[in-house]
């Protein structure tokens, strides 16, 4: 089955920064990446998502990159404020498979 | 609110005993999918069904078990528990029997065993 790793599991950056968490996966047949974000306490929610058929998306403050031939794709954001401060996961999934999730990268965006 | 319903929002209870998580998904979507969230394991797939029919299983103990009734929502049970199924259970659904438009999550049961 598919295996997501996901680094670094916690990033700290001042207020400001870029902030960039990467994940690899391990199944070729994966095509859909999604990323969620986790508040504390809270549920996941999508936040973007990138399909095998394109090597970048962006909206507004974030951008994800996809790179098939390495098996790895990135989340990158700009401008870092406060409440950008959550838990990121990644995921992957070949269709009808189910969602595969990374163990998470805890944000932390200091004023 | 994210359209998915889940019930109870907390739940304590003894080990040993039984308890019943309740989901109701978003309106028209006709998948639900259970997962597991500890400190340390992050979001662990347990299974998932579409429109009434099991169509994949992931890391689920044999303790537990699931259904989806006529109507879509699901029901996740837990027996025999144990102080390490104290975890945040997360149900989500999707329109399709894949993830091509994304998962919603539901606000998720936190379940502590004493």
């Known amino acids: 089955g598919e295996n997501v790793e996901q680094h670094p599991s916690t990033l700290s950056v001042q207020e400001g920064d870029s902030a960039v968490i990467k994940c690899t996966y391990s199944?070729?047949?994966?095509?859909?990446f999604p990323w969620y974000k986790q508040e504390l306490g809270k549920r996941p929610q999508l936040i973007i998502d990138i399909r095998s058929n394109v090597g970048e998306k962006k909206d507004q403050r974030i951008a994800v990159t996809l790179n098939k031939t390495a098996k790895h794709f990135s989340l990158h954001i700009t401008e870092t404020q406060p409440e950008d401060s959550a838990v990121y996961f990644c995921?992957?999934?070949?269709?009808?498979?189910?969602?595969?999730f990374g163990k998470g990268t805890m944000l932390l965006v200091s004023p | 609110d994210s359209g998915v319903t889940q019930t109870p929002k907390h739940l304590i209870t003894a080990t040993g005993q039984r308890v019943t998580l309740r989901c109701s998904p978003r309106s028209g979507d006709l998948s639900v999918y259970w997962y597991q969230q500890s400190l340390d394991q992050g979001l662990q797939f347990l299974i998932q069904?579409?429109?009434?029919?099991?169509?994949a299983k992931g890391n689920i103990l044999e303790r537990f078990s699931a259904q989806q009734f006529p109507d879509l929502h699901s029901e996740l049970n837990l027996s025999s528990l144990e102080l390490g199924d104290s975890a945040l259970y997360f149900c989500?659904?999707?329109?399709?029997?894949?993830?091509?438009?994304?998962?919603?999550f539901g606000s998720g049961t936190r379940l502590t065993v004493v």
């Open positions: 995921a992957a999934s070949g269709g009808y498979s189910t969602l595969t």
């Open positions: 989500a659904s999707s329109y399709t029997g894949g993830v091509d438009y994304g998962y919603t």
């Open positions: 199944d070729s047949a994966s095509n859909y």
């Open positions: 069904y579409y429109n009434g029919e099991e169509r």
